[in-house]
Nanobody, 122 residues
Framework: QVQLVESGGGLVQAGGSLRLSCAAS????????MGWFRQAPGKEREFVAA????????YYADSVKGRFTISRDNAKNTVYLQMNSLKPEDTAVYYC???????????????WGQGTQVTVSS
């Protein structure tokens, strides 16, 4: 099993920045890729960004490309999501996910965190 704990959410004004963290523990040697997803009230959960465990491959949803950056620190078993130029429509619960698959764009993930709330005020 892999446990994921997100942190770093909060309230920020439009145009501001936040950095989310996701600390992984447990059988992390099985993990190949990690991702961030978000779910706004009344909407389905959507993909935000993903990174492979080596850090060489990343990809993003079009809605965040150029504003968000996903990165990782192997020594800390932690993945980050730097969010800049935040917009009110970025308001959502953000979830960290981890998976054993080597297929970067596979939509299903094995493990999920509990989520952290991000609220962007206008």
């Amino acid at each position: 099993q892999v446990q994921l704990v997100e942190s770093g959410g909060g309230l920020v004004q439009a145009g501001g920045s936040l950095r989310l963290s996701c600390a992984a523990s447990g059988r992390t040697f099985n993990i190949y890729r990690m991702g961030w997803f978000r779910q706004a009230p009344g909407k389905e959960r959507e993909f935000v960004a993903a990174i492979n465990w080596g850090g060489a491959t990343t990809y993003y949803a079009d809605s965040v490309k150029g504003r968000f950056t996903i990165s990782r620190d192997n020594a800390k078993n932690t993945v980050y999501l730097q969010m800049n130029s935040l917009k009110p429509e970025d308001t959502a619960v953000y979830y960290c996910a981890a998976d054993r698959s080597t297929t970067m764009r596979r939509p299903a993930y094995d493990y999920w965190g509990q989520g952290t709330q991000v609220t962007v005020s206008s």
